[in-house]
């Protein structure tokens, strides 16, 4: 079965410095997501994707966070000069425009947990 | 006000008790509710989805939404261990974001 994958699993960095968290989201998807978990707290929207434009982004998505496409497969989200505060597990989704009726099921990866030291 | 408001628990049962898992939601524009079951370090993953009126079953799982009250409910009959997760309500609809509750941490005891 398709799967969303996300590297790296666990990503250690000191303060200020930039991560990129890369996800290859199921290959005929259309849209793409990021969101955010903190340890204890709810699954935040950060960003959507779709036609190589940011389609909705949330007030937690300035301009420390970027994404993009790079090619036809990838999908990142870059943290410039990270912030303790922006220890979290990030998770990518993606979804595909449904057949008939219902929404668009968003599938998931496993998450990339980002510890700012 | 919240959107998504959900019980955190944590909810610990028998094997084979039926569980009630409930949210709130605040819009009554709203259209669909998700119920994603995520475990331990792993991603949500999609249960199943009820559009804003009316119960949904699927096998053991019955989603229900009552308009009136705004409230989402999710069944599980003869629960299993390997039923042992958090549960995480949600609205969203088409490809727009999803607004997760903050989920609720059920442990079936065998």
């Known amino acids: 079965e398709p799967e969303v994958t996300q590297t790296p699993s666990h990503q250690v960095t000191q303060m200020g410095q930039e991560v990129i968290l890369r996800c290859v989201p199921i290959s005929n998807h259309l849209y793409f997501y990021w969101y955010r978990q903190i340890l204890g707290q709810k699954v935040e929207f950060l960003v959507s994707f779709y036609n190589n434009e940011i389609s909705e982004k949330s007030e937690i998505f300035d301009d420390q966070f970027s994404v993009e496409r790079p090619d036809g497969s990838n999908f990142t989200l870059k943290i410039r000069s990270t912030k303790l505060e922006d220890s979290a597990m990030y998770f990518c989704?993606?979804?595909?425009?449904?057949?008939?009726?219902?929404?668009?099921?968003?599938?998931f990866g496993p998450g990339t947990r980002l510890t700012v030291l | 006000q919240k959107e998504v408001e959900q019980d955190p628990g944590p909810l610990s049962v028998p094997e084979g008790a039926i569980v009630s898992l409930n949210c709130t939601y605040s819009n009554s524009a709203f259209q669909y509710f998700m119920w994603y079951r995520q475990y331990s370090r792993k991603g949500p993953e999609l249960l199943m989805y009820?559009?804003?009126?009316g119960n949904k079953e699927d096998g053991r799982f019955t989603a229900q939404v009552d308009k009136s009250s705004k409230y989402i409910s999710l069944f599980i009959r003869d629960s299993q261990p390997s039923d042992s997760a958090t549960y995480l309500c949600a609205r969203g609809g088409g490809s727009e974001k999803l607004v997760f509750g903050k989920g609720t941490k059920l442990t079936v005891n065998p």
């Open positions: 989704a993606s979804s595909d425009v449904a057949a008939s009726g219902g929404p668009d099921t968003q599938y």
């Open positions: 009820t559009y804003s009126s």
